[in-house]
């Protein structure tokens, strides 16, 4: 790797001569790790002419720096760190300078604090990563995705490539969406009414920023989505947390004077519980009475593999009080940070206009590189891959959980990708993750998903849609010894 003359500047206080200075500059590079062993130096012709220098002044600090061994030249081939120069220090460089800036009253708003809870990066190095939400290798169509990027990089789609669209999207994508994606789910929608995001956790920031101040009132699930809870925090609104049961979000729950409500009717998150039709349309007759928005999170509804899902509140909708919330992320991978908004044209045109002022668009050739992974039938294909697998997976970690009594809270009745558990009394789920992961054993505590400062520490999700099938039995095991010997 060459190193850029733009790197090195003389500092206008530095004491000597530029040859002094230059040696100086480039062993301190060398010195603090910035300049690594083999990589080649700028030549003496591009340094001095960067520099505004003679290359005769730098081509004497090269052989000063060669002398001691920072440097080696190696024929016509040029200068380059040398392998056996000193080493930089274990311990991190001091910062050039004290800074007289006052943080504590110079940040306006503080966003840390309400992140949502991380996974760990190496969860793949885990022997079994019952992790939630994570692209499995071994199902995911890498060679047709492969395929799909560089047709979107052909000369036909150059347009879609290169363009700014400013606040619009790829017209092909959104037409698929409204003519295949939606109508699965019983959502009729034209391209006016649907906007696209990069991830589902995006449009649910886009959804709080256009529709609540800190005047306004916004209801969210408990135990529900940390993500969600981060963002609404951030939004400076007032909020209730609504304890769910078995049949999701109670409607009758809902405080007041509510003017927003954020639910997962298809698949609760982390409960997974669905909520049936006659609460469904509970929730619909109360938001017209009260004149309340509901925004619906349906993150899960490709992986229905047990029966065919319920239709989505958005589709059972006649007032336009619902704003749908899709992503492709659980299905595709997570990295593609690709979703979408369906609303009403008036909240759709606001939403548009702050993500132009933010982001302006998702990547153009992420855009058509989806478009023709849906429209070739690759997506539907992997779908059914999936599901096939989960449900398979899921059969295995049913009998698993049933063989060593451990207690399920929630198991989704359409299929999913985790079961939502309840550990004896007296375990704390944060430090049971602890202990298994020094076991090669991957669980989510549940705490993160609770509101309030004291939440219960018994709950923990089990997720099969990262782990083979033939680990699963083992893992379960391990889990059950744990809390065997819990003390």
Known sequence: ???????????????????????????????????????????????????????????????????????????????????????????????????????????????????????????????????????????????????????????????????????????????????????????????????????????????????????????????????????????RCHLHAVPVDRDGLPPEAIPDGTNVVFCTPSHQCPTTATMPMSRRHALLERAEAEDFLIVEDDYEFEMSFLKSPSPALKSLDRHGRVIYVGSFSKSLFPGLRLGYLVGPEPFIREARALRASVLRHPPGHIQRTVTYFLSLGHYDALIRRMGRAYHDRRRIMDRALHDHGLTVAGSGSFGGSSFWMRAPAGVDTAELARRLSADSVLIEPGQPFFAGTAPPGRFYRLAYSSISGPRIPDGIARIAAALENWS
Not at 57 to 78: C, F, H, K, M, P
Not at 105 to 118: C, D, K, N, V
Request: proline share 7%; glycine share 8%.
């Open 1 to 235: 790797m060459a190193i850029s003359p733009e790197t090195f500047f003389l500092a206008s206080e530095a004491e000597g001569t530029l040859q002094t200075r230059i040696r100086q500059m480039v062993a301190e590079g060398i010195l603090t790790g910035r300049f690594r062993p083999g990589e080649k130096l700028p030549s003496s012709r591009k340094l001095a002419a960067h520099l505004g220098v003679s290359r005769i002044t730098v081509t004497l600090a090269y052989t000063e720096l060669q002398a001691d061994d920072y440097i080696t030249s190696r024929g016509r081939s040029g200068y380059y760190v040398s392998d056996n120069a000193p080493e930089p220090p274990s311990f991190p460089a001091r910062a050039p300078g004290q800074s007289s800036v006052d943080w504590s009253r110079a940040i306006g708003q503080r966003f840390r604090g309400t992140e949502p809870h991380s996974k760990p990066g190496n969860w793949a190095d885990f022997r079994y990563p019952f992790i939630y939400g994570q692209a499995d290798p071994t199902l995911f169509d890498a060679a047709n995705w492969r395929l799909c990027a560089l047709q979107a990089l052909g000369r036909k789609d150059f347009a879609a490539l290169t363009t700014d669209y400013n606040d619009s999207d790829d017209p092909e994508l959104l037409d698929f969406i409204a003519r295949q994606i939606l109508p699965r789910r019983g959502i009729l929608a034209g391209p006016d009414e649907i906007l696209l995001t990069l991830g589902a956790q995006n449009a649910l920031w886009l959804t709080a920023q256009v529709l609540l101040t800190q005047r306004r009132t916004a209801a969210i699930e408990d135990p529900c989505y940390p993500a969600l809870r981060g963002i609404l925090t951030q939004a």
